[in-house]
């Protein structure tokens, strides 16, 4: 019987939450060691562990996989949420490159000093309003299917509800527009696997608070 | 007969050359239209040809693809250059993503204010020398092969590089303690189709100055 993947990274959302919830989203149990501090870094580090010196790292199927795409493709590839042939995947690509620049300017606010954090949150949501949520909305609106790509469940949606948790919890008024994406977030959410997911005592990790803040900083020597 | 794909981009570099890179490699002829101003960016933008209103964006096959890493994948997976399963496929998806990381640097680098350019040339060197070389050394020296995956060329050779020529016009020598990668850049320079696309004439766009700088501010800032 295979290990369960093992997570290494601190006990905290940023890069490593898509991979818990495609995880969690394809049935698949697993377990998570947490860093501490520097010295846990330093450690995996000096083990060999960590290919460029970095996290996320997920041990799964006799591999240390880092670097975030690398290791949701794999996931997503062996579960058979990556659609079914090469257009299909291209579409699927894209989609999910969209939630990961948002994501992106999420983590990046999350770190930036307090008296930048306003400003950047003004653009934040401007893009999220204006760009991506009319986007996604579009190509539900375009084929009228339940899912993203290729009428079935794939990574795309899964990662893209994850997106719209983070954007009820940021501003629930920015939902308000897309009637397609709260279908999609409803129905996305009420699938067994993602059920037990949103459920409290999950691996789903809380937003980031002063006391993570400060950890993380000083996990990877942040000023 | 298929339409050659056609690349829309500002004419330098920017996230676009690694796609120009891919195609070349795969010895697929494309065609380029120039962003040079912003109505015809807007036009793009409004004619709905850019799902997220950005470039690169590519047509090909029928559809016009955005997001750099969609379009290589895309691209890699046409032309068998993503490995023969998944297993290399994962350690090729490594390998890029960690290369596209010290790229990234490259590509911001041109719009970073003067006094800071410098600095990060010493970080972007610092960079390459202690984390990412050598991991490809190793790789290429603990299998001896020509290429770094499943011996035959892949994204991750072609990325690794762009990324090591790219390098070289800012820091010359910077390969002077990686004999490994040091042959490597010579014998896949060399394969037919990266070496046209290495000669004058080809559609390898030079480095960034201060007209690219220019027009990408012009395009892109509001």
């Not at chain 1, 590839?77 to 659609?83: H, Q, R």
């Not at chain 1, 934040?124 to 539900?140: G, S």
């Not at chain 2, 690694?18 to 409004?46: C, H, I, M």
């Not at chain 2, 010290?102 to 350019?117: A, G, N, R, T």
């Amino acid at each position: 019987m295979a290990a369960k993947p093992k997570l290494y990274y601190f006990d905290g959302r940023g890069r490593m939450e898509p991979i818990r919830w495609l995880l969690a989203a394809a049935g698949v149990e697993f377990e998570e060691e947490f860093l501490e501090t520097s010295k846990d870094l330093e450690k995996l580090r000096n083990d060999g562990s960590l290919m460029f010196q970095q996290v996320p790292m997920v041990e799964i199927d006799g591999m240390k996989l880092v670097q975030c795409r690398a290791i949701l493709n794999y996931i997503a590839a062996k579960y058979n949420l990556y659609g079914k042939d090469i257009k299909e995947r291209a579409l699927i690509d894209m989609y999910v490159e969209g939630v990961a620049d948002l994501n992106e300017m999420y983590l990046f606010w999350s770190i930036s000093p307090p008296n930048e954090q306003a400003a950047k949150m003004t653009q934040m949501k401007d893009k999220i309003a204006n760009r991506y949520l009319p986007a996604f909305e579009k190509v539900l609106k375009s084929h009228g299917q339940d899912y993203l790509v290729g009428n079935r469940l794939s990574r795309a949606d899964i990662h893209l509800v994850e997106l719209l948790y983070l954007v009820e919890e940021l501003d629930p008024s920015l939902l308000a527009n897309f009637p397609l994406l709260k279908a999609l977030k409803a129905r996305i959410s009420n699938l067994p696997t993602v059920k037990k997911f949103l459920q409290p005592g999950s691996p789903r990790k809380p937003p980031m608070d002063e006391k993570c803040l400060a950890k993380v900083k000083e996990i990877f020597q942040l000023k | 007969m298929a339409a050659k794909p056609k690349l829309h981009y500002p004419n330098g570099r920017g996230r676009m050359e690694s796609v120009r890179w891919v195609l070349a490699a795969a010895g697929v002829e494309f065609d380029e239209e120039f962003l040079e101003t912003k109505d015809q960016l807007q036009k793009l933008q409004d004619g709905n040809h850019l799902l997220f209103q950005q470039v690169p964006m590519v047509e090909i096959d029928g559809m016009k693809l955005v997001q750099t890493r969609s379009i290589l994948h895309y691209i890699a997976d046409k032309h068998h250059l993503f490995g023969k399963d998944l297993k290399e496929r994962t350690l090729i998806d490594m390998y890029v993503e960690g290369t596209l990381d010290l790229l990234e640097l490259i590509i911001m680098h041109p719009f970073l204010k003067p006094d800071d350019q410098q600095k990060e040339v010493v970080n972007m060197a610092q960079k390459a020398i202690i984390r990412y070389f050598p991991v490809f050394e190793k790789v290429l020296r603990d299998h001896g092969q020509r290429f770094l995956v499943g011996n035959q060329l892949s994204l991750a050779d072609i990325i690794l590089l762009q990324t090591i020529l790219a390098l070289e016009e800012k820091i010359p020598n910077i390969l002077s303690a990686f004999p490994h990668l040091q042959e490597f850049t010579v014998k896949i320079s060399n394969i037919p189709t990266i070496k046209k696309f290495l000669e004058p004439g080809s559609k390898k766009k030079p480095p960034p100055d201060d007209i690219y700088v220019r027009t990408v501010y012009n395009l892109f800032m509001p």
